[in-house]
């Protein structure tokens, strides 16, 4: 597709389970970036990937959280023994290149996550 | 701390008023402040990327301009379609492939 693919785009799951996001970016584009955006909230940096090089974990909330890019494509966001609060819109977004004026960073529609 | 503020938090207009909206940062390094739109239930919409003071864009009824401090999204005669949460968001630091810090957003609203 032409742009950013994210699945599922709704999800509703019980306290204490496992979930999967899974976005796939724009093809080309070798930055790939993890948003989470609740209610009320601006948005919050997760995880970011560049090419080969080890991710930027630095806004993972907890240890539940983690995610991986295979091929340095399409990435997935795991969140372990969810709880209520992982409630939120997960975005993904990409980027051509990480610096210079080719850097715009286009979002996907993202997941909506709901833990009962 | 790295911080983008926004105001106000909501802005009702009626069609055809034109108005700004503010974002004011905070940062070591600015490489490039975002403007984003974002209807209900869907995914930041790109707008414009600005990275040094003085620099204005234009689309449409939108203009963005940038200082050192802040940035203004100018709305001229909006319509009920602009209608949307408008986000702001800045790239900061030296370091490659640094995040987007976002603000919380101006929620606008276009009356016929």
């Known amino acids: 597709g032409a742009g950013v693919s994210q699945s599922p785009s709704n999800k509703v799951t019980e306290k204490g389970k496992d979930v999967e996001l899974r976005c796939d970016p724009i093809?080309?584009?070798?930055?790939l970036y993890w948003y989470r955006q609740s209610l009320g909230q601006g948005l919050e940096f997760l995880i970011y990937?560049?090419?080969?090089?080890?991710?930027?974990k630095s806004g993972l909330p907890s240890d539940r959280f983690s995610a991986e890019r295979t091929g340095g494509s399409v990435s997935t966001l795991t969140i372990q023994r969810t709880q209520q609060e992982d409630s939120a819109v997960y975005l993904c977004?990409?980027?051509?290149?990480?610096?210079?004026?080719?850097?715009?960073?286009?979002f996907g529609e993202g997941s909506w996550l709901t833990v009962v | 701390e790295d911080q983008v503020t926004q105001s106000p938090e909501a802005l009702r207009l009626q069609e055809g008023e034109s108005s700004s909206l503010n974002c004011s940062y905070t940062?070591?390094?600015?490489?490039?402040l975002f403007w984003y739109r974002q209807d209900p239930g869907k995914g930041p919409e790109f707008l414009f990327t600005?990275?040094?003071a003085g620099e204005e864009k234009e689309k449409e009824r939108l203009k963005a301009t940038l200082t050192k401090k802040e940035s203004f999204l100018h709305i001229t005669a909006p319509k009920p379609e602009d209608s949307a949460t408008y986000l702001c968001?800045?790239?900061?630091?030296?370091?490659?492939?640094?995040?987007?810090?976002f603000g919380k957003g101006t929620t606008l609203s276009v009356s016929s």
């Open positions: 977004a990409s980027s051509p290149s990480p610096t210079g004026a080719g850097n715009t960073i286009y």
């Open positions: 093809s080309g584009h070798t930055a």
């Open positions: 990937f560049q090419g080969n090089s080890a991710p930027d």
């Open positions: 940062v070591s390094g600015l490489r490039g």
């Open positions: 600005l990275y040094s």
């Open positions: 968001a800045v790239q900061a630091g030296w370091q490659a492939g640094t995040a987007l810090i």
